[in-house]
Antibody, heavy 122, light 110 residues
Framework: QVQLVQSGAEVKKPGASVKVSCKASGYTFTSYGISWVRQAPGQGLEWMGWISAYNGNTNYAQKLQGRVTMTTDTSTSTAYMELRSLRSDDTAVYYC???????????????WGQGTLVTVSS | QSVLTQPPSVSAAPGQKVTISCSGSSSNIGNNYVSWYQQLPGTAPKLLIYENNKRPSGIPDRFSGSKSGTSATLGITGLQTGDEADYYCGTWDSSLSDWVFGGGTKLTVL
């Protein structure tokens, strides 16, 4: 069965960076994309960006351009999301999701990781 | 303020039917597929509907999706207490070059 297992909770200070991992199993990693979605406490879902596990192409949310980098390691079927220059309003649960879009961009989010809480506080 | 507009909440009695609307524009819903996600309390979202009206395997046919023009609708029949959750619509916005979600709708089964 498809599984996406994310790294554990993080506490960071403002201005720092965080890197969240998402290890995939149960499917051919390079046949799909990975999207990252975050959810601030008590708020709705916010798409952060997409990466093709096939060729590494990325598409980042306009709001996060310049602060976010998404990568994949096909040898371990793991996706990574790094967010830099953290602010208090980056405090959220961060989800990875297997995206049906493999090459051209995000399409829809078929399976989700369990989420990683990132807390930004001084 | 979300690009896609959903009602903040809806409610209905067990066994009844409810619809959740998602309103957008020609740059998003009008020209792209819509998907719907269910988020039970304290859990990750789950795909309910993709490409406007298709259900992934394992999703009961009590859940349905439709799209007309720049609006989409999620329908749930035979409501159960286990359906209490937040529901989100989402699609690509060609003008923003971003994926956008609705603000979410909290379903209460009275």
């Amino acid at each position: 069965q498809v599984q996406l297992v994310q790294s554990g909770a993080e506490v960071k200070k403002p201005g720092a960076s965080v890197k969240v991992s998402c290890k995939a199993s149960g499917y051919t990693f390079t046949s799909y994309g990975i999207s990252w979605v975050r959810q601030a406490p008590g708020q709705g879902l916010e798409w952060m960006g997409w990466i093709s596990a096939y060729n590494g192409n990325t598409n980042y949310a306009q709001k996060l351009q310049g602060r976010v980098t998404m990568t994949t390691d096909t040898s371990t079927s793991t996706a990574y999301m790094e967010l830099r220059s953290l602010r208090s309003d980056d405090t959220a649960v961060y989800y990875c999701a297997r995206d049906r879009g493999a090459v051209a961009g995000p399409e829809y989010f078929q399976h989700w990781g369990q989420g990683t809480l990132v807390t930004v506080s001084s | 303020q979300s690009v896609l507009t959903q009602p903040p909440s809806v409610s209905a009695a067990p066994g009844q039917k409810v619809t959740i609307s998602c309103s957008g524009s020609s740059s998003n819903i009008g020209n792209n597929y819509v998907s719907w996600y269910q988020q039970l309390p304290g859990t990750a979202p789950k795909l309910l509907i993709y490409e406007n009206n298709k259900r992934p395997s394992g999703i009961p046919d009590r859940f349905s999706g439709s799209k007309s023009g720049t609006s989409a609708t999620l329908g749930i029949t035979g409501l159960q207490t286990g359906d209490e959750a937040d529901y989100y619509c989402g699609t690509w916005d060609s003008s923003l070059s971003d994926w956008v979600f609705g603000g979410g709708t909290k379903l209460t089964v009275l």
